[in-house]
């Protein structure tokens, strides 16, 4: 698992070092740019330290993507993660409408089962 880890992590540094490139941005812009500490961007782009065992957070490729002008799909993509499916606004309505009717216990069943069904997919990628 850590070799897989690492191969996503150089995906990502060659993605961010591209565009830093391509565009002649710095770290501090893309971070910037992006709502992330330059630190966290340095560190993706140079592989200076891990991103942890399950690599960066979705909400931070998510950031970065945006910052580096970029479908979020690349970025995913590029970092070695699943790229999470579009979530049409009806689906999104439904899917609160359906937990704002649950009660604080069964919310947590939820959240935990959802929790779990992440986790099993990012082990077995």
Known sequence: MLAHVEE?????????????????????????????????????????RGTGSRGPAPEKLRKLAKGLGLPAAEVFEAAGRRVP????????????????ELDTKERRVVLATMEAMRSDKEASQ
């Open 85 to 100: 499916g579009p979530l049409s606004p009806d689906e999104e309505s439904h899917f609160l409408h359906m937990l704002r």
């Open 8 to 48: 996503d992590v150089d995906g990502l540094a060659a993605l961010i070092q591209r565009v830093k490139d391509e565009k002649g941005w710095g770290f501090t812009t893309i971070a910037r740019r992006s709502g992330l500490p330059t630190s966290t961007v340095h560190s993706w782009a140079t592989r200076v």
